[in-house]
């Protein structure tokens, strides 16, 4: 459940490697494959590129997350918005960025405007109970997805934003979607009602979903590939299942933990497996998806480089350009959140997208992708490799010939100074534990 929001140098070091002995590139249907590495050529890549910025998009007008910066200033470095009010919302439509419209249907508080007296609204576990929790200090309540009245109530509520109030929406942003993580009890909603079913459950909220945008004509954005808690192992979020019948869905703190700080750059091991997988998958449906690394505690973007290319490498690995919207939460001077290493687009994947992110892992346990055409700003820039050690533990990583340089950015994001250069300095073999970087020729 999203709540509104309320110069020196750094370099964002992504290590040349190299040897002979070592992990080499993985190559399609095989999580190891050992041998010699040479750099993929790109001379016959165009050397221009319509797409200057990977898909992103950002909460600018959201409590918290205000700019001075004006919306046809921010349009080129910009895809997609979610601001809080329809002047806003139309100022970024006329400059070209796609709009969303905030929404929680799933998990309500007594002063929710959607909130009601009618029980059948609300999820009930076997006994009869409203399930309930505290969050924020405050009781938050379970709703039924099988419920019509919730249902008309919904679209009443984005009928009056859009309608009436003259809110631009090119989609919804659906919260809190099949996420149960919050509460202790469990939906009495199995066949024989005495227990719960996941399964079930996924369908109700699809069927919902499915008839809001029928009736609405928007399209939805389900939050709803939440991350398992650390002992969840490898598994995706029940709410994939629901991809089929929305326009995308999206995953919250996505490789960049909420209590970054620059030195532990983000979730890793079984989480970060996770998060990767849901990745695929959602790929895979051919829906979109977004990448959302909320939640920082207002670390400062030149602070988190670890950080910042941890989640940008990541990203790279299974992504589908122009399917998959990146986030970036870190505090800038002008408040303008993308920094310029989302000026990177990879093209021209060597291995074809994995079907799990175990066919990226490298016989040292790193994980890398090769790409034969990189683009800064839309300009060639030769291939790149992404390579991620999620490990707590570093990791030997060499096999590398031909990537002997690394990107380095200096400032933040484009309105702060910020620069991005392909012919950063080498680096040793040893990544340290959760990091990740890219490498250039």
Known sequence: MRMPKSGYIVFVLAFALSGCDASALPRANSPVRPATISVHAASNAPQTTTMTHVANFEDIGQDGHRTKVSWPAISPYLTSDEPNSPAQ????????????????VAILRASDALFTTDETTFAHDCGGNRITSSYEGQTVYLTDPHSTH?????????????EQNG???????????DDLRKFVARPCNNSAHTGFDDSEWAHATAQMYASFEQRTGLAILANALYTPSPNGGHRISPGIAIAPFVWGEMTEECYADTDGSGVNPGPGESMWVAQENAEIAIMATGKNWFCSGDYENGTNSAAAIPERMYQLASFLLTYKPGQAYLKQPWVTGSNFRQNKETHLVA???VMPQPTDVSNLMTSSGLYARE????????VLAGPC???VNPSKSAALARGYAGYTHTLAVTGTDPFDGGTIRTDGPSAPTLLPPVSAYILFP
């Not at 919302?89 to 929680?104: L, Q």
């Not at 790409?371 to 839309?378: D, F, K, L, Q």
């Open 167 to 177: 809110y631009h929406a090119d989609y919804v942003d659906a919260d809190s979607v």
């Open 89 to 104: 919302s139309n100022e970024a439509a006329a400059a070209g960025e796609r709009v969303g419209w905030y929404s929680d």
């Open 371 to 378: 790409y034969g055409a990189c683009y800064i700003s839309g």
């Open 385 to 387: 490799v992404a390579i």
């Open 347 to 349: 093209l021209d994947p």
């Open 150 to 162: 919730l249902l008309r109530l919904w679209i009443a509520q984005a009928r009056n934003a859009i």
